[in-house]
């Protein structure tokens, strides 16, 4: 108890959803204090940091060849796993404004529900190399299901979506905990894309992933709205004829085709867990809805798409961006409360 004490006061505990396309760190009792891009930029040579975060995610595609700007995360998992621990490192450090503390923090982290134990297992090192006294593995569906303020506790269906950079999580939950739950590596990455490939097939455009990414933000949609046509932007790339730079008008109705296969996916996915879930928790979820959640739910009409061909109500979290580390976070305020309840952190 009264180690407990001294603890809190010396350490600032934190809370970390890593994702493919951008981490965002949770310092306990501060909120939100960090949201970066997942990107490190390194020298080729020595291996060592010249860029993290939004710094480097601007050097992605226009580096000299000592330099290299990466994404150490693919698919919600690390495919780099030196570089992620660097890129922790640096974001912890950052977070606590670059101050040592004197108790090294405990962390808790968001992860898909999919990953095999290999993958949690280089999470959990990683962590620990960054610095972590000790390290708490939370679904992503039930940080984000939390985050969303799902009252995940009662016993009645509570299902959430999660569309983020590498993957979509899907859970229903009930009681504390998930009942079906189904992970795909399919995300905002794959959007992207999907975009560059319709682009070079049907204009010979080649063009970079910050400039699909773009075209998906300002045009892309999941489901037809009025005055779509009159939607459209000037982008630019390089032929793939002529190697020589180009630009095309492009408007929201052949983005939404080129977005139709990641979507489609997306949609399956769901329809398989409604299909696996207890009738009973089914009611629930017709008359609760099912919550959307991460970067991906803000794609211009896919609520819209996901209620049309599931017939269930579809309602977009209060915190989309934020949803998991905010639930993270939630775990982090109440963690020695939740280390004794039936519940564990570490599945």
């Known amino acids: 108890m009264i180690f407990d004490k001294f603890y809190d006061l010396f350490s600032n505990d934190i809370g970390i959803d890593l994702g493919t396309s951008n981490t965002l760190v949770y310092v ?4 939100i204090v960090l949201s970066e891009p997942s990107v490190v930029a390194l020298d080729a040579h020595t291996g060592k940091i010249e860029a993290v975060g939004q710094e480097a995610k601007k050097m992605v595609g226009k580096t000299p060849e000592n330099i290299v700007a990466i994404r150490p995360m693919k698919d919600g998992v690390i495919s780099d796993f030196e570089t992620v621990e660097k890129m922790i490192r640096y ?7 670059n101050r040592k503390t004197l108790l090294k923090p405990r962390v808790v982290i968001g992860i898909p529900s999919g990953i095999t134990e290999v993958e949690k297992r280089a999470v959990r090192e990683a962590v620990l190399q960054a610095g972590a006294r000790e390290e708490f593995l939370i679904q992503q569906s039930m940080a984000s299901a939390i985050g969303s303020r799902l009252p995940i506790q009662e016993p009645a269906g509570n299902m959430i979506v999660d569309i983020g950079g590498g993957t979509t999580e899907i859970a229903v939950i009930s009681l504390g905990g998930p009942v079906i739950a ?12 999907a975009i560059i490939s319709f682009l070079r097939k049907k204009y010979n455009l080649f063009v970079g992933e910050q400039t699909a990414e773009q075209i998906k933000i300002e045009i892309g949609s999941a489901f037809p709205f009025k005055g779509e ?31 139709q296969e990641p979507l489609t996916q997306i949609i399956d996915a769901i329809k398989i867990v409604l299909d696996k879930t207890p009738p009973e928790l089914a009611a629930d979820i017709c008359d609760r809805g099912i919550v959307l959640s991460g970067g991906g739910s803000l794609l211009r009409g896919i ?18 961006l934020t949803s998991v580390v905010l639930g993270a976070g939630k775990f982090l305020e109440e963690i020695d409360f939740l280390n004794k309840s039936a519940y564990k952190l570490n599945w």
Do not use: Y
């Open 182 to 193: 189904d992970s795909i590596r399919i995300g905002g990455d794959e959007f992207n894309e």
């Open 91 to 97: 974001f912890m450090q950052k977070a606590h404004n």
């Open 303 to 320: 609520d819209q798409l996901i209620s049309k061909t599931t017939n269930v109500p579809v309602i977009l979290s209060e915190n989309p």
């Open 229 to 259: 046509k009159k939607l459209k932007t000037e982008i630019k790339g390089r032929d793939t004829l002529t190697g020589l730079p180009r630009s095309i008008i492009l408007d929201a109705p052949e983005i939404r085709k080129a977005l």
């Open 28 to 31: 306990k009792g501060r909120g």
